[in-house]
């Protein structure tokens, strides 16, 4: 097993520009998940793919947004960055849609100024 | 709305101290529930997860939880703590028809040796 690999896993950014973060979903795994871990606080839904496909969406704002490719490797764009954007990212992924337990990425750091 | 509370922030234990983490999850119809480690430094581990069936569940590293249906609980447990425990610990509620996790804010465990 590969796991889940993210790049990069730091980055800085000015608010009101765009970043985009990948993911490498698991060897044999098709749906990709992205969480949003604020400090001090437990992982928040952004959206799951699954076969290149959004098939559910959290609480966040339309700037968010995503991408699976065919090799089930993902995407996750924030566009007009602000300063509450500065978390963790997480990318999770597993076979089965989720329900039997993803595994998680060690995430991006995202640090907007 | 769902939701997950995990009632304790900071836990600090001597090693071989016995160990309880609360969660308590909303109600929502049928639920699966999973408790995630993250070691300093790490990406968050399963630690265990249940669906059905036993309501006691039995984990990596001898961790065990408990799913009590009419206190909507699922309280993670070890009877015996080692310093490598210290992590953060997560509780979190996948509910039926949907695929996001919804998490706790986790708990910081402390061991000492």
């Known amino acids: 097993e590969t796991g889940v690999t993210q790049s990069p896993t730091h980055l800085i950014k000015t608010r009101g520009q765009q970043v985009t973060l990948r993911c490498s979903s698991q060897?044999?795994?098709?749906?990709v998940s992205w969480y949003q871990q604020a400090l001090g606080q437990g992982p928040q839904f952004i959206f799951q793919?699954?076969?290149?496909?959004?098939?559910g969406r959290g609480n966040f704002p339309p700037r968010f947004s995503g991408l699976q490719f065919p090799n089930y490797s993902s995407e996750l764009n924030v566009n007009a960055l602000e300063l509450d954007d500065s978390a963790l990212y997480l990318c999770?992924?597993?076979?089965?849609?989720?329900?039997?337990?993803?595994?998680f990425g060690s995430g991006t750091r995202l640090t907007v100024v | 709305a769902q939701s997950v509370s995990q009632h304790n922030h900071h836990v600090i234990l001597s090693e071989a101290a016995s160990l309880e983490l609360g969660c308590n999850y909303s109600?929502?119809?049928?639920?699966?529930l999973f408790w995630y480690v993250q070691y300093p430094g790490q990406h968050l581990q399963l630690l265990l997860k249940?669906?059905?069936?036993?309501?006691l569940v039995k984990g990596i590293k001898g961790f065990e939880a408990e799913f009590i249906k009419s206190k909507f609980s699922f309280n993670l447990r070890k009877p015996s703590v080692q310093w490598s425990d210290t992590a953060e610990y997560f509780c979190?509620?996948?509910?039926?028809?949907?695929?996001?996790?919804?998490f706790g804010t986790g708990t910081r465990l402390k061991v000492l040796a």
């Open positions: 999770a992924s597993s076979l089965t849609g989720g329900n039997y337990g993803y595994t």
């Open positions: 060897s044999g795994h098709n749906t």
């Open positions: 793919y699954y076969r290149e496909e959004e098939n």
């Open positions: 109600y929502g119809g049928t639920v699966n």
């Open positions: 249940y669906f059905s069936g036993d309501p």
């Open positions: 979190a509620a996948s509910y039926s028809g949907t695929y996001k996790y919804i």
